[in-house]
């Protein structure tokens, strides 16, 4: 059974930091495109950011390039999200996707909020 367990939302201060864990069992999280996404209380699933499963380039959306940074623990089998400089506007359920092909997994969402 596969499952993507994320950790490391809550509550936090404008300009803070969290980092947020999402970790696999059942499959090996190297071998698939690691995504995070978003969503806002009456707003569609957004992108943040796009991990290709062979080490390239990752894509962020541009609401958060330069403040958020995704990165792999192969050993672990887990893949992170660290957010800096948060904003209110980021407060949202963050979820966690391993894909491949035509085939997605997605963790159950973690939510962040962003304020004083």
């Known amino acids: 059974q596969v499952q993507l367990v994320e950790s490391g939302g809550g509550l936090v201060q404008p300009g803070g930091s969290l980092r947020l864990s999402c970790a696999a069992s059942?499959?090996?999280?190297?071998?698939?495109?690691a995504n995070w996404y978003r969503q806002a209380p009456e707003k569609e699933r957004e992108l943040v950011a796009a991990?290709?499963?062979?080490?390239?380039?990752?894509n962020y959306a541009d609401s958060v390039k330069g403040r958020f940074t995704s990165s792999r623990d192969n050993a672990k089998n887990t893949v992170y999200l660290q957010m800096n400089s948060l904003k209110p506007d980021d407060t949202a359920v963050y979820y966690c996707?391993?894909?491949?092909?035509?085939?997605?997994?997605w963790g159950q969402g973690t939510q962040v909020t962003v304020s004083s």
């Open positions: 059942g499959i090996t999280f190297s071998r698939y495109d």
């Open positions: 996707n391993a894909h491949i092909v035509n085939w997605d997994y």
């Open positions: 991990m290709p499963w062979y080490g390239g380039r990752t």
